[in-house]
T-cell receptor, first 115, second 113 residues
Framework: AQSVTQLGSHVSVSEGALVLLRCNYS??????LFWYVQYPNQGLQLLLK??????LVKGINGFEAEFKKSETSFHLTKPSAHMSDAAEYFC?????????????FGAGTTVTVRA | NAGVTQTPKFQVLKTGQSMTLQCAQD?????MYWYRQDPGMGLRLIYY???????DKGEVPNGYNVSRLNKREFSLRLESAAPSQTSVYFC????????????FGSGTRLTVV
């Protein structure tokens, strides 16, 4: 079965600084990987996804993530944090090619941005 | 706007009461899912429906039942609510192509006292 580990439940960054959120996965077959963002009292919004092809994927709001098979990682980055990036971020994995495509989520990382 | 609609948004129940959480999507998606979100645990799958007429258990199904009423609607029922079911519940749907990801509703915040 697939699983996801997000390193760090809370990350605090200064406005304008690099945002780095770590995600490692385990899967016995090629995975599909996703990052979602959740703003307070809202549902989850897709930031970006990796399925096949280019390993560096770009998403909304200036975020990007790189799939590294050798490290089983899919870390999320943004070069310069903005106050509006304060939210909770979830990494998720599903098995490519399976029939039900259930998503498994990490525990989440809460990002706070300091002025 | 196209998307996933959940009702109600908030609910307080007494222990032992029952209720049904409603979910509807208008994107003609085949698959629908119910998750619960608890602090520090991410989202955990309760039940899912890969297609109309089928339902399957997820990671934490105990205490819940589901009904896939038609292609659009997927309801979650708590027959006898317990304080451990206090959580935020999210419904999601997905089209036929897995790499499109899921579309989530805005959630139902349930408190059982």
């Amino acid at each position: 079965a697939q699983s996801v580990t997000q390193l760090g439940s809370h990350v605090s960054v200064s406005e304008g600084a690099l945002v780095l959120l770590r995600c490692n996965y385990s899967s016995s077959v090629p995975p599909y990987l996703f990052w979602y963002v959740q703003y307070p009292n809202q549902g989850l919004q897709l930031l970006l996804k990796y399925t096949t092809g280019a390993t560096l994927v770009k998403g909304i709001n200036g975020f990007e993530a790189e799939f590294k098979k050798s490290e089983t990682s899919f870390h999320l980055t943004k070069p310069s944090a903005h106050m509006s990036d304060a939210a909770e971020y979830f990494c998720a994995v599903t098995l490519g090619g399976s029939n039900d495509y259930k998503l498994s989520f990490g525990a989440g990382t809460t990002v706070t941005v300091r002025a | 706007n196209a998307g996933v609609t959940q009702t109600p948004k908030f609910q307080v129940l007494k222990t032992g009461q029952s209720m049904t959480l409603q979910c509807a999507q208008d994107m003609n998606h085949n698959s629908m899912y119910w998750y619960r979100q608890d602090p520090g645990m991410g989202l955990r799958l309760i039940y899912y429906s890969a297609s109309e007429g089928t339902t399957d258990k997820g990671e934490v199904p105990n205490g819940y039942n589901v009904s896939r009423l038609n292609k659009r609607e997927f309801s979650l029922r708590l027959e006898s609510a317990a304080p451990s079911q206090t959580s935020v519940y999210f419904c999601a749907s997905r089209g036929q192509v897995a790499n499109y990801g899921y579309t989530f509703g805005s959630g139902t915040r349930l408190t059982v006292v």
